[in-house]
């Protein structure tokens, strides 16, 4: 075998073998309860290329790092890497100019601080151009709810309300964009059908080099 490790074997009433390389870079195989571990081993190494190339394209995203608030740390708000500073005495917690300031006597509880700073910014933006691109497109959501998903950074109900990720305020504005544009047309088009793409490039003509960025960049907007 070309040298290719599985890292789990998942047994199941399916009917099917499926191979899954996931964001840490492991190898999963899902596969019938019966199936030898031999012939899981020949599907793996016929399919090592894909494999490798998948594990490549992963290693190459950039990582989100667990952060430490430290002085000089970088911190992303619309795209743009903003240094931390420490200030002794800062009248407000958390405040954005040229650089990020975080009071120090705000450092105690900075994660939970700065997530909910990021949370109403993102409420904010994100409602402004949500209402600018309803009135372009026409189409109207009955709410536009903020929510913590660490994937899943847009979507919308058959009811109309339309879901953004708080964590989208961390991606460039345009990138913020397309979410808003891709969920609007979801209220009209639920699927995604060569009109719904039709109709998402009438409004934002280089939408996949947006949605691209997206795909390539998902683990920077992670916190
Ligand atoms: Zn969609």
Known sequence: MANIKIDKIIRSKRKTIALVVTKESQLIIRAPFYTPLDYIEKI??????????????????????????VNGEGFLFLGKPYQ????????????????LYIAQNALPNIEKKL???????????ITERCFWYSKLTGYHPISIKI??????????????????????????????????????????????SKIFWIKVRS?????????????NNERLLKM
């Open 44 to 69: 793996v190494s016929k399919k090592s290329v894909w494999i490798k190339q998948k594990i490549a394209e992963i290693s190459k995203q950039p990582k989100a790092q667990k952060k430490e608030f």
């Open 203 to 215: 409004i934002l003509p280089d939408y996949e080099k947006r949605k691209n960025w997206l795909k």
């Open 84 to 99: 931390l500073q420490i200030v002794e005495n800062h009248p407000l917690d958390i405040e954005l100019k040229d650089r």
């Open 147 to 192: 929510t913590d998903a660490q994937k899943r950074w847009g979507s919308c109900s058959a009811k109309g309300t339309v879901n953004f990720s708080w964590h989208l305020i961390l991606a460039p504005l345009e990138v913020i964009d397309y979410v808003i544009v891709h969920e609007l047309i979801h209220l009209e088009e639920p699927n995604h």
């Open 115 to 125: 997530t909910q700073w990021y949370r109403n910014q993102a409420i904010e933006k």
